[in-house]
């Protein structure tokens, strides 16, 4: 079972009564165990960080009061009780309050409550440490890196594809790898226009994919995935979780940690796990790599690309 599964079972099991949060756990550990493992959309993540930050108060608040301090729907907060794993805001509501009363007459000490509010940036920073951590360990060893960049940069053409949100990832890979590879064409947009790109590349003689599928997953990345595979098209995968429907169609993944402590997911490790198969690519095939950076370089001094230091 993977951590956020795992995660959202233990959630569950504990809504329902068969186990008990860990004795002597702080009010902001309580907070975490309930909201950190399901996979929330932002606005999801509104309301939890809403709640987190005024616990003593919102616990107590009705689910209308509730929905226009956070400036949503009701429905909305009764789709993120759901998501957190309990029946309804009446259920949840019943937890936040047991643990908003476990807060008071306690004194200010480190690692309370309004230390962890003041320090939710850092919070977030930390996570992705951790992240960059398991990444470093997965980078003890780089085979699969390396082979892989060899099989991207043998793709004449290499189609590079980020849909969404997972467009950004997307284009900076295709930025760096245009530097060092003939014909990289990348796609951001899905449907019709994702399967068109698709299929010309393998025409033309492409034989990989380097696909991003950052949460939240869309369907469409899916869909355009399965569509690769079956035009005959290799398809290696950079995302958060190594099962799940994407990860299964894919040939190769390389999973990597999200930062997930704000309202829109941060991406420190796959960013660095695509500049690591950009190295592996200039690694692969070095003179071309080397020649077409020194044109590159020529081209972009006559043109004045970038300002002098």
Do not use: C
Request: glycine share 8%; hydrophobic share 40%; aromatic share 6%.
């Amino acid at each position: 079972m993977s951590s956020p599964q795992k995660a959202r079972a233990q959630a569950s099991a504990i809504t329902a009564g068969k186990t008990a949060p860990e004795a002597g756990a702080s009010p902001m550990s309580q907070l975490r165990e309930l909201f950190d493992g399901p996979r929330l959309s932002p606005g999801h993540r509104r309301i939890a960080q809403y709640l987190i930050e005024h616990i003593t108060e919102a616990a107590f608040l009705s689910i209308t009061d509730l929905a226009e301090r956070v400036g949503v729907s009701q429905p909305s907060v009764t789709r993120f009780a759901a998501a957190v794993g309990f029946s309804g805001y009446p259920a949840l509501r019943e937890k936040l309050q047991s643990i908003a009363l476990s807060t008071l007459g306690t004194p200010s000490a480190p690692g309370t409550l309004a230390e962890h509010r003041s320090n939710e940036l850092q919070a977030a920073v930390d996570a992705e440490i951790e992240n960059l951590e398991n990444l470093r360990r997965d980078f003890a060893d780089p085979d699969q890196v390396i082979r892989v960049g060899r099989a991207l940069s043998e793709s004449t053409p290499l189609t590079v594809m980020g849909l969404r949100i997972s467009g950004s990832l997307a284009e900076y890979f295709a930025y760096g790898a245009r530097r060092i590879h003939p014909d990289v064409r990348l796609v951001t947009r899905g449907g019709t226009v994702a399967y068109d790109a698709l299929l010309q590349s393998r025409e033309a003689g492409g034989t990989w994919v380097l696909a991003f599928g950052m949460p939240r997953h869309a369907q469409e990345s899916l869909t355009a995935v399965r569509v690769a595979r079956n035009a005959g098209l290799k398809v290696a995968l950079i995302t958060d979780l190594g099962l799940g429907p994407l990860a299964d169609e894919a040939d190769v993944v390389f999973a990597t940690g999200t930062g997930s402590r704000l309202v829109f997911d941060s991406y420190a490790a796959p960013g660095l796990m695509a500049a690591a198969l950009l190295q592996a690519m200039t690694d692969a095939d070095p003179e071309r790599t080397q020649a077409r950076l020194e044109e590159y370089e020529q081209i972009a001094d006559q043109h004045q690309f970038f300002l002098k230091d």
